[in-house]
């Protein structure tokens, strides 16, 4: 298996615009997760699902912020309009189990807002 | 409020010794521990998972230990070489499931020629 795949893994974008990241996760996992690092505050989950369905979103920093996962093969999170604050890596992860599965994350997706 | 603490928060050792990193977690109620390494620029990667029951777990060159009593873990990393220079995680889980995965900062290891 190829593992969790994300694109793209670097964005530079200048404040204002829309910025949408991909994740494919592991084929027949039934979690997803978006997660973003950085130095301050090391990993933070924004969001999951479980079979597709959204089950938490409480990280999800404000409205700006937005996650779809139309199938089990593809999600994104989109963030419009984009701020500097924003800058960060995210990464996506996938995991199968009922809440203690090990956690499989992609390469990340390196945002510049400028 | 579930907290993760590890140190050191940065180390550098020489290639071919011996290091251990510590996790001080205020999780509760436990579930598991994990812990993680992450090349720079890549996403972590699980080492080990411990449950409430194991005190000691190892993977190749990587011992964990984790006392549930004191709420203490640790890593020890054993003759070490340059491609251990990471950033370690440790994760703790409480029972209610992923949206109470807490975690720690990291602890950047540096391993020199």
């Known amino acids: 298996d190829a593992g969790v795949i994300q694109s793209p893994r670097h964005e530079v974008t200048e404040m204002g615009q829309e910025v949408t990241l991909r994740c494919k996760p592991i084929?027949?996992?039934?979690?997803l997760f978006w997660y973003r690092q950085t130095m301050m505050r090391g990993l933070e989950l924004l969001i999951y699902f479980n079979n597709n369905v959204p089950i938490d979103d409480s990280g999800m920093p404000e409205d700006r912020f937005s996650a779809k996962m139309p199938n089990a093969s593809f999600s994104t999170l989109k963030i419009q309009p984009s701020e500097p604050r924003d800058s960060a890596v995210y990464f996506c992860a996938s995991s199968y189990g009922r809440g203690t599965g090990e956690l499989f994350f992609g390469e990340g997706s390196r945002l510049t807002v400028l | 409020k579930n907290q993760v603490e590890q140190s050191p928060q940065s180390l550098i050792i020489l290639e071919g010794k011996n290091c251990t990193l510590q996790?001080?977690?205020?999780?509760?109620?436990?579930?598991?521990l994990r812990w993680y390494k992450q090349d720079t620029g890549r996403g972590p990667v699980s080492l080990t998972i411990?449950?409430?029951?194991?005190n000691t777990k190892s993977n190749g060159r990587y011992t964990a230990t984790l006392d549930a009593d004191t709420k203490q873990s640790s890593l020890h990393i054993t003759a070490s070489q340059l491609s251990d220079s990471a950033s370690y995680i440790c994760v703790v889980s409480a029972r209610t499931g992923y949206s109470t995965l807490t975690f720690g900062k990291g602890t950047m290891l540096l391993v020199s020629p």
């Open positions: 996790c001080n977690y205020t999780v509760s109620p436990f579930s598991n």
């Open positions: 411990m449950t409430f029951s194991e």
């Open positions: 084929s027949g996992h039934d979690y």
